[in-house]
T-cell receptor, first 113, second 114 residues
Framework: DTGVSQDPRHKITKRGQNVTFRCDPI?????LYWYRQTLGQGPEFLTY????????KSRLLSDRFSAERPKGSFSTLEIQRTEQGDSAMYLC???????????FGDGTRLSIL | AQSVTQPDIHITVSEGASLELRCNYS??????LFWYVQSPGQGLQLLLK??????LVQGIKGFEAEFKRSQSSFNLRKPSVHWSDAAEYFC????????????FGTGTQLKVEL
C-alpha cells in the first residue's frame, strides 16, 4: 500500500494561467475524491469518481474546473484561467467503497500570483 | 441544514494533560463519523471512525472518541497528550448509507506546551 500520491506538491502560477494536478489513488480503490481546503477551513468536497465515471460535482466546481479519470486509475484536476480565489490546497482521497474511510494524499498547494 | 460544528478553534494543553476536542453534527439520521488529523503542509490522516455499535471507539495514537446520540456529539479524547500531537484536528461525517463526500468541521488547532 503506497498510499495516495499527488503531484506536484506545490504550484505557483500567474493569474490567468491554466494548471493541472494529478492524483494516483491506492491501487485497489475504485472511488476517488477531490477536495479543496483554504486557510483556516476544513476541506470542501469538489467532485467524486467511481471508476472512470464522474458521479457527483459540487457547486464549488465552476466551469473553469474540470476533472477526469480516464482509465479509472489516476485522475487529473485542471483549472483554467486561474483566479486569486483559487489559491488553496487541493486534496485527493480514495476509498474502496462508500462505507470505507477515505485515505488522503498530501495535497497540492496552489498559489496564484 | 446538515452541518458539522467544532466549537473550539484553538486549544492549548500541557504535555501529559488530558485532551477533549468537541464535535457536534446536525443531520436527520446519525451519519458515519470520523476524526482526521492534519500536520502542517500535509494531508489528512484518519484517527478513528464510528459506523454503529459500541459508542466508545478506539483509534490510532492513543485517541478515542465517544458517540452520544442524545447530544449529537462525537468528541475526541486522549488521556495524556504528547508534544507530537500538536496538529489540526477535523471532525467529518458521511450520511448513513455511505454517500460520496465527507463534510468537515472547521477544525481545532491543538497546541501542546512543554
Amino acid at each position: 500500500d503506497t498510499g495516495v500520491s499527488q503531484d506536484p506538491r506545490h504550484k505557483i502560477t500567474k493569474r490567468g494561467q491554466n494548471v493541472t494536478f494529478r492524483c494516483d489513488p491506492i491501487s485497489e480503490h475504485n472511488r476517488l475524491y477531490w477536495y479543496r481546503q483554504t486557510l483556516g477551513q476544513g476541506p470542501e468536497f469538489l467532485t467524486y469518481f467511481q471508476n472512470e465515471a464522474q458521479l457527483e460535482k459540487s457547486r464549488l466546481l465552476s466551469d473553469r474546473f474540470s476533472a477526469e479519470r480516464p482509465k479509472g486509475s489516476f485522475s487529473t484536476l485542471e483549472i483554467q484561467r486561474t483566479e486569486q480565489g483559487d489559491s488553496a490546497m487541493y486534496l485527493c482521497a480514495s476509498s474502496s467503497t462508500g462505507m470505507e474511510p477515505q485515505h488522503f494524499g498530501d495535497g497540492t498547494r496552489l498559489s496564484i500570483l | 441544514a446538515q452541518s458539522v460544528t467544532q466549537p473550539d478553534i484553538h486549544i492549548t494543553v500541557s504535555e501529559g494533560a488530558s485532551l477533549e476536542l468537541r464535535c457536534n453534527y446536525s443531520y436527520g439520521a446519525t451519519p458515519y463519523l470520523f476524526w482526521y488529523v492534519q500536520s502542517p503542509g500535509q494531508g489528512l490522516q484518519l484517527l478513528l471512525k464510528y459506523f454503529s455499535g459500541d459508542t466508545l471507539v478506539q483509534g490510532i495514537k492513543g485517541f478515542e472518541a465517544e458517540f452520544k446520540r442524545s447530544q449529537s456529539s462525537f468528541n475526541l479524547r486522549k488521556p495524556s497528550v504528547h508534544w507530537s500531537d500538536a496538529a489540526e484536528y477535523f471532525c467529518a461525517v458521511v450520511p448513513t448509507g455511505g454517500g460520496n463526500k465527507l463534510t468537515f468541521g472547521t477544525g481545532t488547532q491543538l497546541k501542546v506546551e512543554l
